[in-house]
C-alpha cells in the first residue's frame, strides 16, 4: 500500500528568480559533467547547485559539495529565492508534450509517502541500484536533510477511479507554470482540500507502488532512516523522516512514455565478423537492410522503422556496424528455448524481456563481455539518443550499436511483482520530473 502524507512544499519564488525554467533541472543520474556546467551557467538560482553541487579545486574536504548545497539551501530560504508553503497540501504536477507527432499529457500525484523495506511487498522496485551513486545520495541527505526532487512511482488504476476529482482539480488556475528547453510544458498545482487529500490518501492506501525512477534515492532514504532507527532516534511511526517526496503516477495513462535505451559496444576488439554472424544465426534470423543513401540520420531512422514493426511480434534488434558498414535486422527465430539458452533462477518473463535476450544471448555469449556490472559499464555506453548511438560508431568509439524496442509498462510491473531486477538501463520513462519544481525539509510533514 502507499501511504501518503501532504506536505508544506518549498518552492521557487517567481518574484526572486523569474523564469522557472531557468532554475530546475533534470533528474541528477541523467545528467553528465558537461550537461552540469551548463545548469551552472544557465541561472545563479538554478537548482543543479542543491542536487549536484560541483567540487573545487580548493575543496580541502570530499564532502565540501554537499556542504555547500546545504549552504545554499539554508541562504536560498533566508533569502526568500525559496519560500515555504504555509498549507499543507498534495501537488499535482502535469507535463504536456509532443512525442513522435503525437501530443501527449501525463498527471503524477505529489505528496511524501511512508518509506518501506521491500520485503513488506507494498512499494517495489524494478532495477538495482549501484555502489557509487547511493553513496553519493546518502552524503546529500545527510548533510541537507531535504528532497529537492521526486521519485517516480507508479500504481494502477484501470478502472479511473481518480480520473474526475483530479481533472476537476486540474480546471483550476495552476500555480505555476513554464516550458523546458526540451518543449515541455510544466503546470503545478497544490491541492489543500482535506476531502480530496483524504480521497487520495485511502485510494493509494489499497495500491502497491512500482519505482519507475529514483531508485538510489529510494534506496538512500530507507538506509538513512534505518540509521535514525538503530541510533534510537526514530521511535515515532509519524515522524517526518520516515517519508520521502514522490510522484505517483497511473501506469494505465497514455500519456506516460516508456523510451528505448540503446547498447554501443565499444571493446575495440569487437567486430561484425563472420565468427559473430554464425554465433548468432543459432538464435536469430539475420537480415541485411537496404537502407536509402545520402545521410545517416536517415538511414538511421530507417532501420528503427523496421525495428518499430516487430515491437509486438516478437524479439527483435537493429543492429549498425561501421566496418564494415552494415544495417542489420535480428529477429529471434521460433521455438528457442530461452530456459535452456538463458540459465538462472529467473522467471519467464525475466528471459522473454528483449534486454535480457541482447545481454545474456548476444553481449554474453556471442561477444564474449561478461555480464558482470563492472565488465559491462567498461565495455557498453547506453544512450536514449539513437543518432549519439550512430556517432559514437562512425568516430571509432564504438564498434557495433545495438538498437532496441522500449520495454512495456506491463513488463515492468510482472518483473517487479515477481521480485526480480532487470538488466541495467531497462527502462527510461518520460518525461522526467524537474528537481526543484517542488521541495521539502525530510524534518517536516
Not at 209 to 231: S, V
Request: glycine residues 6%.
Amino acid at each position: 500500500m502507499g501511504e501518503i502524507r501532504s506536505f508544506k512544499g518549498i518552492r521557487y519564488n517567481i518574484e526572486a528568480v523569474g523564469d522557472l525554467s531557468l532554475v530546475v533541472a533534470p533528474p541528477y543520474d541523467v545528467i553528465d559533467e558537461k550537461t552540469r556546467d551548463g545548469f551552472y551557467n544557465k541561472h545563479p538560482y538554478n537548482v543543479i547547485r542543491l542536487i549536484l553541487n560541483r567540487p573545487l579545486k580548493s575543496d580541502k574536504d570530499p564532502d565540501q559539495p554537499y556542504k555547500r548545497a546545504a549552504s545554499f539551501f539554508e541562504r536560498w530560504l533566508a533569502q526568500r529565492v525559496l519560500i515555504q508553503d504555509y498549507v499543507p497540501s498534495i501537488y499535482l504536477y502535469r507535463q504536456r508534450y509532443i512525442l513522435e507527432g503525437e501530443y501527449k499529457e501525463c498527471t503524477g500525484i505529489v505528496a511524501k509517502v511512508r518509506v518501506e523495506d521491500f520485503e513488506t511487498g507494498n512499494i517495489k522496485p524494478h532495477e538495482d541500484i549501484m555502489p557509487k551513486p547511493f553513496e553519493d545520495r546518502m552524503k546529500l541527505l545527510e548533510h541537507t536533510l531535504a528532497n529537492f526532487d521526486l521519485v517516480h512511482a507508479l500504481y494502477s488504476d484501470p478502472a479511473e477511479k481518480l480520473k474526475d476529482p483530479i481533472l476537476s482539480e486540474l480546471e483550476k488556475l495552476p500555480l505555476v507554470q513554464f516550458q523546458t528547453a526540451d518543449g515541455v510544458w510544466h503546470d503545478l498545482w497544490a491541492v489543500s482540500d482535506e476531502k480530496f487529500i483524504k480521497n487520495i490518501a485511502n485510494f493509494l492506501r489499497k495500491k502497491t507502488l512500482y519505482i519507475a525512477d529514483g531508485h538510489h534515492r529510494y534506496q538512500t532514504a530507507l538506509e538513512f532512516q534505518k540509521r535514525l532507527a538503530d541510533r534510537g532516534e526514530l521511535t515515532d511511526m509519524e515522524d517526518p523522516r520516515r517519508f520521502l517526496l514522490m510522484m505517483i503516477v497511473e501506469m494505465e495513462n497514455p500519456g506516460l512514455s516508456l523510451l528505448a535505451v540503446h547498447r554501443v559496444v565499444v571493446d575495440s576488439k569487437v567486430r561484425l565478423s563472420d565468427a559473430f554472424l554464425k554465433a548468432v544465426d543459432k538464435w536469430f534470423t539475420v537480415t541485411k537492410l537496404g537502407v536509402p543513401s545520402g545521410s545517416r540520420s536517415g538511414q538511421i531512422y530507417a532501420l528503427l522503422n523496421e525495428l518499430k514493426g516487430h515491437s509486438t511480434g516478437g524479439c527483435a534488434f537493429g543492429l549498425f556496424s561501421a566496418q564494415p558498414e552494415e544495417f542489420l535486422l535480428l529477429r529471434l527465430k521460433s521455438g528457442i528455448d530461452l530456459s535452456e539458452e538463458i540459465k538462472g533462477e529467473f522467471s519467464q518473463d525475466y528471459r522473454n524481456l528483449d534486454v535480457t535476450i541482447l545481454h545474456k544471448m548476444i553481449v554474453e555469449k556471442a561477444l564474449g563481455i561478461a555480464q558482470v556490472r563492472g565488465v559491462v559499464e567498461k565495455n557498453l555506453i547506453f544512450t536514449r539518443d539513437p543518432m549519439e548511438a550512430a556517432r559514437l560508431v562512425d568516430s571509432g568509439k564504438g564498434s557495433i550499436a545495438f538498437f532496441v524496442n522500449p520495454t512495456r509498462i506491463e513488463q515492468v510491473k510482472k518483473i517487479a511483482d515477481k521480485g526480480e531486477r532487470m538488466p541495467q538501463k531497462s527502462t527510461y520513462f518520460y518525461p522526467k520530473p524537474c528537481s526543484g519544481v517542488v521541495m521539502c525539509r525530510v524534518t517536516d510533514l
